[in-house]
């Protein structure tokens, strides 16, 4: 569902596919601002010199391996929580591929992500151990409780919210993960509980 | 003499609590003085039981569980440390029932070791396969596996000798051994076990394979779910490079075996094989058509042998106590042991390694001691989102790749999801449509298009909308999938729909499996 709707997720505006099309067939590169966003928010945004500095440090130490975008762009996400739009000419031209070919990598993996997280990432647990115990009630509980949906964040720009397909917790479900820390057997009261400690941390 | 304490650092037990419970240990020890030595063990696979605490005593390791950080004192109190009487008091492990009736040849070390130890693994029998896989050739190690019966425990249960037979006589220069450690199917977690509680094992098969086929070069494929395994995994990778089991010249035998940990990115379908090594190449994971068969056109185009990682953990054992040991465990064309996953609604959630041949109905009550929430099981699911789901009547299907599917079931990599009697089965229906949907690669129309409508139609069918219509076209759209798909996704999202469908009648809105056939 999420990847069916990945064409319309391709938000370049129409005079811009062209020159989209050129750079798939010819590399010819156009420029930055072919592919500059409307920023989401102010908030959160990478600051230019950051972007800079993890996209030149991934591309440095590892376009040299094989297979080597999946490395970069984990490790961009790594240093910035997403791998912004900007940083995608400079990966295409260090690796030799189309910025299509790189737009078309981000896009394709749910893990990656083109807008900046809030300060937090909650991953819940939609598969059907969870299910069984109750996932769907916790799931309903979550986005009432934080008043998002999936795959949006709170607009104070803290809490993201992602489903995520089994975490391997399916012995202690229903599971979910805050950031990288891993949590079973998450009532609803124990989710509140978490959430409430890092509600006071923020 | 410090006493050895042992809390899990298996994600599972941090889950639920482990590491307050290590903190507040080790604060405690100090605050009075007691000499403890901590050890972060992998997890027993009694999950109903962590944290699990174990302390070394006279008598054996004592295990106390399940244990909050609060309960610590009262254990420091009661001289848990020499395994004095606690309401949390288990006794041995070993002795335990649930323990007791397992037949643990893969799973031999989880729980009981150091799993970053490379002391702890050679004293508990670690590579001592590899030592035996140095002094033979390629072709007597592949027959060592071939001899065994292992067949691939990810869930398509292809003979893992003759893969990699296949390898061994396709000549290039460079070769490749992949495990598949993108363990994606809900109610699984022997990979991610094995992974954090035991990486030492994982190596040492993949440089068997490596030796095997004449492959140089391995990459784990790990989800990026797991960031512990990645943890554990590369910890162990860096002490094997350091005391010589990997690198160019593996033990001093001038042999070369090199290994890297790749991260996934979120997508369920690069467990496919093919879809797994587009991303490893880094493009999208898209599925490649077969053939070429990846044994000899894989990776970058080169033979590559892609196995899972419950099969390569296997294989030190086999090249240890060799094929014919292995071979006796198991039933019919099923040979060895399969790491069970028992998940849901189950009260005794765990892991159950045991020889093939156990039944459903043995695993859910003798084991899983029912469901977790007091009702009857409903239905079970096995073999992860694209398994089907079995009735009650069904329950005493032996655990055999073969006897599931001549029941139209798949074993695969042999997790078990309880539901019980609270399921609504036209729901699960849906929902396999939908993860579908939510996964396909989009390579294939039937998976690509067909998932969504599948998910469009269940919804009509639930909402009550005309059923005389809508069921024969699930059938007929199940069918497209199930034989016009490029690969399993696609064409074994039919399993739960179709078992559900047709076990499960009554939740689709019809009066019997008749109507449900019509």
Redesign the interface.
Same mark, same amino acid.
């Given at each position: 569902?999420?990847?069916?709707s990945l064409l319309c997720d391709f938000y370049i505006p129409i005079k811009n596919m062209l020159s989209f099309a050129i750079d798939f067939r010819c590399q010819i590169d156009l420029g930055q601002s072919v592919f500059q966003r409307t920023p989401h928010s102010e908030i959160n945004m990478t600051e230019p010199r950051a972007l800079h500095e993890a996209v030149h440090n991934a591309i440095a130490t590892l376009k040299d391996q094989?297979?080597?975008?999946?490395?970069i762009?984990?490790s961009i996400q790594d240093a910035l929580g997403y791998i912004p739009a900007e940083s995608i000419p400079e990966i295409a031209k260090a690796?030799y591929l189309s910025r299509a %070919?790189v737009h =078309?990598?981000v896009s394709?993996?749910?893990?990656?992500r083109d807008t900046p997280p809030g300060k937090h990432t909650l991953?819940l647990c939609r598969?059907?151990?969870?299910?069984?115990?109750g996932g769907k009630q916790l799931e309903e509980h979550i986005k009432n409780r934080l008043g998002i949906d999936f795959h949006q964040t709170t607009p104070d720009q803290q809490i993201s919210l992602e489903p995520?397909?089994?975490?391997?917790?399916?012995?202690?479900?229903p599971?979910l993960?805050i950031d990288? %820390?891993?949590? =079973?057997?998450v009532s609803t009261e124990r989710f509140d509980a978490l959430v409430s400690e890092l509600e006071a941390s923020l | 003499m410090s006493i050895t304490v042992y809390v899990p650092g298996d994600s599972g037990a941090i889950a639920l609590g482990a590491n307050q419970v290590a903190k507040v240990l080790l604060q405690e020890a100090e605050q009075q003085g007691l000499d403890i030595q901590l050890v972060r063990n992998g997890s027993r696979g009694m999950y109903w039981l962590e944290p699990l605490l174990e302390v070394m005593t006279d008598a054996g390791r004592i295990a106390y569980g399940p244990v909050q950080a609060g309960d610590v004192k009262s254990l420091i109190a009661a001289d848990f440390l020499h395994g004095g009487a606690h309401p949390l008091k288990l006794g041995v492990i070993e002795e335990l029932d649930y323990f007791k009736r397992q037949q643990r040849l893969t799973f031999a070390r989880v729980g009981l070791t150091d799993p970053v130890s490379l002391d702890d693994y050679l004293q508990h029998d670690g590579f001592r396969g590899l030592k035996n896989a140095l002094n033979m050739s390629g072709a007597d190690i592949v027959k060592q596996v071939t001899d065994s019966g292992l067949r691939g425990r990810g869930g398509a249960a292809f003979p893992t000798g003759i893969k990699w037979n296949t390898v061994l006589n396709t000549a290039s220069e460079q070769k490749y051994i992949i495990c598949n450690a993108d363990e994606g199917d809900s109610g699984t977690f022997s990979d991610r076990m094995i992974m954090e509680g035991d990486p030492f094992v994982l190596i040492e098969g993949m440089i068997i394979a490596g030796l095997a086929v004449g492959a140089t070069q391995g990459y784990i494929y790990l989800r990026v779910e797991y960031p512990h395994a990645e943890q554990a995994l590369n910890a162990a990778i860096a002490t094997a490079y350091q005391a010589g089991y990997l690198g160019d010249n593996i033990l001093g035998s001038g042999k070369r075996f090199e290994l890297e940990v790749r991260l996934g990115a979120g997508a369920y379908v690069c467990g496919e094989e093919t879809s797994l090594m587009e991303s490893l190449e880094g493009k999208r994971g898209l599925v490649r058509f077969k053939p070429p068969l990846p044994a000899i056109s894989g990776l970058f185009g080169k033979p590559t042998v892609v196995n899972n990682v419950i099969s390569l953990a296997s294989v030190p054992i086999i090249l240890d106590k060799g094929g014919d040991y292995y071979r006796d465990f198991g039933m019919g064309r099923s040979r060895g042991t399969l790491p069970i996953q028992l998940a849901g609604n189950i009260k005794h959630g765990g892991l159950v390694e045991s020889a093939f041949g156990l039944t459903l109905r043995e695993l859910l009550y003798d084991f899983g001691g029912g469901s977790a929430s007091g009702r009857p099981i409903r239905a079970v699911q096995v073999g992860g989102p694209l398994g089907a789901f079995l009735p009650e009547s069904q329950f005493d299907t032996p655990l055999d790749y073969e006897a599931f599917a001549q029941i139209w079931a798949v074993l695969g990599h042999g997790g078990i999801v309880a539901f019980d009697d609270t399921v609504n089965m036209a729901e699960m229906a849906r929902y396999a449509m939908e993860f579908c949907a939510i996964e396909s690669c989009g390579k294939c129309t039937p998976c690509r298009i067909g998932s969504t409508r599948g998910m469009e139609l269940m919804s009509d069918i639930i909402s009550g909308q005309n059923p005389a219509k809508n069921i024969p076209l699930l059938r007929d759209l199940c069918n497209t999938l199930l034989n016009g798909s490029l690969c399993a996704l696609g064409g074994m999202t039919p399993y739960p729909v179709l078992s559900a469908l047709n076990h499960f009648p009554e939740d689709f809105g019809l009066d019997d499996q008749a109507d449900a056939a019509a």
């Open positions: 569902m999420h990847k069916m094989p297979g080597a975008l999946l490395p762009l984990h690796l %070919e =078309g990598v394709f993996y749910h893990y990656f991953h598969a059907e151990s969870c299910q069984a115990m995520v397909y089994c975490l391997g917790m399916c012995a202690c479900s599971a993960q990288k %820390e891993v949590y =079973g057997r | -």
